[in-house]
């Protein structure tokens, strides 16, 4: 055991293990009978679709180790704030949930992981918030250090720890579902080659490795068990997918799960634009691939694009949009887009907008150009004057909104297959809201239990920024009044 595991003062950063960070196969048992009750855990997840991977992976050793879910808004004996730190702005957000971590019980350990942690421990450990600091090198070992630092600090139990709480009528789903969650997302790969100018992402999460194809059918297959309708495949590249492996690539794995799983729902989050060719997307002729594509543009001007170094034009872009459109019925296209990259000129940003509004997205994620230490980008200029990026901003958020609910609207009318995900009591009524295939957010008020079902349902109305839908169950339901998400 590591000098810092016998000796935890506080504020710990917990250094690498030797020969650096692996993956592993997260193969745990979550439905084991607990060996312990060592008090409450509450994990809140900021970012990206892998941190989330990696949440629930934590909670999975979490419950084997003897611990307890809790929700965010509930007492807990330990905090664990998987940042992001993919902008300044992230960044603020985790110091802000840290602190307020500490002030929700101030006898807690409070734990900071994931890629601010990687990217600026000794930051973190100055927090007087912070007990813990764990990178994404090290969060294979998070569980075993928080026991060695409780066990060192003799930390006191939550004083609410044994008093019922809102998540008591969770904590059986929670032995087998981190808490509120019908889709479970299952990391096939990690880390980045590219090195993109503006990114932080090859220095947090490393080079790019792979899974098994073996330990992921397994690990679907236990998904599957576990009464999960959709797994989401995350991962940082997904479409480099097995280049370190032998004789499997992203199609051969999607095949396999395919082939050798009964998952419901299989959801690829996220491809470049270059990675989808049309041998993959045949695949998506089997109803259980999600007709939903999100490919990250940042930016529709070639000239901005070739100095963030993305690897391919705006016409390679278009070309890969029209591919997947023709191929893919029904399908959602999806985008990430930055605005104000050091050196863009008026100009460049106009060719973005109208570029993107060409595209007709169903949705658009806009960020504002922040700089990352450690990037090349952080030495590059002009800078844009920051009035001038929030102006582009707001164009660009405009254009969003409005491609957002053109697609919203296109789409009444036509019947999507929808995962139940969550249930809401409004005015004594019970409403049931859920994703589309697609990835449109839906509603329903609705008798009959429909929570983690996947039923076929009628988009009827766009309702702020969702879908009112009318559900097939065998018998015909009418719904009643309309809601907004």
Not at 119 to 132: D, F, H, I, M, W
Request: a neutral charge.
């Amino acid at each position: 055991m590591s000098k810092a595991y016998g000796t935890h003062p506080k504020n710990q950063v917990l250094p690498p293990p030797e020969g650096g960070g692996v993956l592993e196969n997260l193969e745990i048992d979550s439905g084991a009978e607990n060996p312990a009750d060592l008090g409450t855990v509450s994990i809140l997840t900021h970012g990206c679709k892998l941190n989330q991977a990696d949440s629930e992976a934590l909670a999975r050793r979490f419950v084997q180790a003897g611990y307890r879910l809790v929700g965010p808004a509930d007492p807990a004996d330990i905090y664990v704030i998987n940042t992001c730190t993919v902008t300044h702005v992230a960044d603020s957000k985790a110091r802000q949930a840290l602190r307020a971590a500490h002030r929700q019980n101030p006898s807690a350990l409070v734990v900071a992981t994931g890629c601010y942690a990687q990217r600026a421990p000794k930051e973190l450990a100055g927090l007087e918030a912070v007990s813990l600091v764990v990178g994404n090198s090290e969060k294979e070992r998070l569980v075993e250090a928080v026991l060695a630092a409780r066990e060192y600090q003799s930390v006191p139990r939550s004083a609410g720890r044994d008093t019922p709480n809102r998540s008591e009528k969770w904590q059986g789903a929670m032995e087998a579902h981190p808490p509120g969650r019908t889709r479970a997302m299952v990391k096939i790969q990690e880390g980045c080659n590219q090195v993109c100018a503006y990114c932080i992402v090859p220095k947090v999460r490393g080079r790019e490795r792979s899974i098994s194809a073996d330990v992921l059918v397994s690990q679907v297959k236990h998904r599957v068990e576990e009464g999960y309708k959709e797994v989401v495949l995350t991962g940082t590249q997904l479409g480099s997918y097995g280049f370190d492996l032998e004789a499997i690539n992203l199609k051969g794995l999607l095949e396999r799960l395919l082939k050798e799983t009964e998952v419901a729902r299989l959801r690829v989050s996220s491809l470049q634009p270059q990675e989808i060719a049309r041998e993959l997307l045949q695949l998506w002729e089997d109803p259980r691939l999600c007709p939903h594509f999100h490919m990250p543009l940042q930016s529709g001007s070639d000239h901005v694009l070739k100095r963030m170094r993305r690897r391919y034009t705006a016409a390679q872009y278009a070309e890969a949009v029209d591919r997947v459109r023709c191929k893919v019925p029904g399908v959602a296209v999806s985008a990430d887009v930055i605005v104000g990259f050091p050196g863009e000129e008026e100009w460049q940003f106009q060719e973005s907008l109208h570029f993107a509004q060409r595209m007709e997205f169903a949705s658009i994620h806009v960020f504002p150009y922040s700089v990352r230490p450690g990037t090349s980008a952080a030495y590059m200029g002009p800078r844009v004057d920051e009035r001038a990026k929030r102006e582009r901003m707001e164009e660009m958020l405009e254009v969003a909104r409005e491609q957002a609910s053109l697609f919203r609207r296109k789409s009444i009318g036509t019947t999507r297959q929808v995962l139940w995900e969550r249930a809401e009591v409004r005015d004594g009524r019970p409403m049931y809201l859920g994703l589309t295939d697609n990835y449109l957010k839906v509603h329903t008020e609705q008798g009959a239990p429909l929570l983690n079902q996947i039923t076929s349902a009628k988009l009827l109305a766009e309702v702020g920024e969702g879908l009112l839908a009318e559900v097939f169950r065998g018998l015909y339901q009418r719904p009643l009044n309309t809601y907004p998400l």
